[in-house]
């Protein structure tokens, strides 16, 4: 299942049109913002296929018979580009539990990359739901390593993941490698440039939200 969020028009549109913007781009704050507003969304879309318990709980007056999540997720980002969306997931799911990765594109010679991952925490995640966040889903291949590491520590009773922007490429490369999941995203874009970035896409998420970077 993919849901493009800003298929039917909200605000989600305003704030990717913001995050888009080279005239709105270099308010950092705002970018963030954007970012976990994005995240929110997704987050309260997610909530709603989420496994249910009964419980009962005591008003001032009397007593109710209510729904709960009946199993908190676990959520999961790759550093650093994430956190913010990351952060807007985190707002909605107030006891979830979290988990991050360490990864990287290395360029080499002639627009070549690999994928360097050397860091990753998790919780438990078996017989739990899954949320990954990843601004920008362009080939699939971060997040993909990302998953094998994950998924090693336990089996999710649901996958989701959650983009900014994704090409639909990227969609369709992880929709192969993982067809259980439940991809979320704010706008897809058709195209990839030759060195595997998204366009029209916004640029560099991390560097926007937190500056530029010496390292490439």
């Keep these: 299942m993919v849901t493009v969020l800003s298929d039917n028009f909200s605000l989600v549109n305003t704030w990717i049109n913001d995050l ?14 954007n970012m976990e507003r994005i995240g929110e969304i ?28 009946a199993v908190q997720p676990v959520i999961t980002t790759i550093l650093r580009a994430g ?12 006891n979830a539990d979290c988990g991050f990765v360490a990864a990287y594109r290395k360029h080499e010679a002639n627009d070549y990359f690999s994928i360097k991952q050397d860091y990753l925490t998790c919780p438990n995640i ?8 990843d601004p920008m889903l362009a080939t699939g291949a971060s997040l993909i390593e990302a998953l094998k590491d994950l ?6 009773t649901q ?19 993982y067809p259980e999941s439940q991809i ?4 897809l ?22 500056g530029e970077k010496l390292q490439r």
């Design 20 to 33: 888009r913007n080279t005239e709105v781009q270099n308010d950092r704050m705002k970018f963030r913002r």
């Design 42 to 69: 997704a987050a309260f879309e997610i909530s709603k296929g989420l496994e249910q318990k009964e419980l009962e709980i005591r008003t001032p007056l009397d007593k109710i018979r209510v729904k709960e999540i």
């Design 83 to 94: 956190v913010p969306l990351f952060q807007g997931i985190l707002n909605y799911f107030d």
């Design 126 to 133: 078996d017989g739990r739901p899954l949320i990954v966040a």
């Design 151 to 156: 998924l090693n520590h336990g089996k999710p």
């Design 159 to 177: 996958l989701h993941i959650v983009a900014a922007i994704a090409s639909k490429i990227g969609v369709e490369t992880l929709q192969k490698a």
């Design 184 to 187: 979320w995203i704010g706008a």
């Design 189 to 210: 874009d058709e195209e990839l440039t030759s060195k595997g970035y998204i366009t029209p896409g916004l640029g560099d998420a991390g560097d926007l939200s937190y």
